[in-house]
């Protein structure tokens, strides 16, 4: 069985909670994924923002709202990772338990990467990912 270091999407960039939204919504658009892992000056792993959060009512959805000053920290949420020695099943376990798609995997105190939804799927038997599937898509 797969572990997260060998289903993981490597080379996660973090934003900074004090950037702005549309700042993280720009590296999201540059690095073409669905969710950034948020860090503090620390580098450590604080929280992750996804493009729903970006695309939610907090950020633009109140047209009397200018979103240009709202910073990552008020959109982002806590973090559900999993460690990057987890095997194939603890990360699916994981993600279905939370219900996310991306999954922030740890390397120690060290953001190793990410496992998306789609990453999990090349790696586990069909019958578990449809499982999943199921799960996230019963919101």
Do not use: N, W, Y
């Not at 797969?2 to 720009?26: D, K, Q, S």
């Not at 699916?92 to 939370?98: A, C, D, K, N, V």
């Not at 996310?100 to 019958?127: C, T, Y």
């Amino acid at each position: 069985m797969a572990t997260a270091r060998e289903i993981m999407t490597e080379g996660a960039e973090c934003t900074g909670a004090a950037e702005t939204v549309l700042e993280a919504a720009r590296r999201m658009t540059r690095l073409g994924g669905g969710a950034l892992p948020v860090c503090g000056t620390d580098d450590k792993l604080t929280g992750v923002l996804t493009d729903r959060d970006l695309g939610g009512v907090k950020a633009f959805g109140d047209a009397d709202k200018d979103p240009t000053p709202v910073k990552v920290d008020e959109l982002a949420h806590e973090a559900v990772t999993t460690d990057a020695d987890d095997s194939g099943e603890e990360v699916l376990r994981t993600m279905s338990e939370h219900k996310v798609r991306r999954l922030p995997v740890m390397d120690g105190h060290r953001l190793a990467g990410f496992a998306a939804q789609a990453d999990v799927g090349r790696a586990l038997p069909v019958p578990k990912v449809g499982d999943l599937l199921e799960i996230l898509s019963s919101d």
